[in-house]
């Protein structure tokens, strides 16, 4: 038996158990940094598959390193378990999570005998757009000894490299003065309408900003009643651009227009956040290539997608990782339009037949396409030697 099929009959011993792992995360969606219920059941699989398992790592209780095999070449599998308020698993989050857990316990079973050290790195906190967990785990050393990394995530059709582009959250905060709307508007500090004015600011800036940027947000607080001049007025906004370097252009000239909102009404103004933004993703092209040759054993092609292969997508803390080390970060069809990521359909998709045939095809993918990198000479002394 070669070391492929090897990889596949381990994995077919556990096909079951992780589909089942992948329904269960998502009837229990948690959000970023209170993944308790995900991050455990996920680390007890991986214990219960003979890895090592250390748990809350890095002084993030729910994040994890799980380690099996000694081999040379040392990849990581990230998994991202974390939900979106209101929508859940509207990102299909309890893939990527089974997936990574059947792609590492396949890869494991031949991993010693091909020269192989493989990972699950628990990644909490993808979604909440500033200091995500891969961010953290990349400063406090999780990644380190790790030669390449990878992951697959859902979508509605299959995608070897999506541009996905860099990304910054922050928070705005106003502080005006309360007065009586009606009988003594004049004392009053209007912080609504300084937020306001600053999104109108952003809307006319638009015109004279890249395709590419992306600029947009949600007011988190407008007021306390209709009848009280608003003291006090918050929003959460999200900037992107294709790259880090774009990112910082783009950035204080936002940060402008709020400021702006401040001047034209008095109100005192504070961002806070934005400090650790996510990266743009770059894909690997040798990592890609395995992967694609393996998806395209499993039957799952990459279709032309026209303006879809240079349209931005979205935003991850994997640019990060991938910025550290060689990493692949593929999409993988669910069969959803016309629901697409972020939408309570999506969610509804992300159990069904298809997307359990996705978790079953991007392990496979992803533990096959290690033991290529583990077999191939090349590749290996490629990411063997690349400065750490």
Known sequence: MDTKSGARERFDELRSDLIALSHRIHAYPELGFEEEKSAAWIEESLDAAGFAVERGVCDLPTAFIARAGSG???VA?????DALPGIGHACGHNIIAASAVGAAIAAAKVADEVGLTVSVIGTPAEEVGNAGGKILL???GAFRGVHAAMMVHPAPFDMLAAKIIAASMFEVHYTGKESHASAFPELGVNAADALTVAQTAIGLMRQHIRPTDR???IVTKGGDAPNV???HTSAKYIIRSESLEQLDELRPRVHRCFEAGALATGARFEITGGDKPYAEMHHDATIAAFYRRNSEELGRGFPNLGEWETRPTGSTDMGNVSRAMPSIHPMIGIDSLPAVNHQPEFAAHCITPAADKALVDGALAMAWTAIDL???EDAQRKLTTQPS
């Open 72 to 74: 040379p070449l040392h």
């Open 138 to 140: 990349l400063e406090r």
């Open 374 to 376: 583990a077999l191939d």
């Open 77 to 81: 599998i990230c998994a991202e378990y």
């Open 229 to 231: 001049v608003p003291a």
């Open 215 to 217: 600029i947009h947000g």
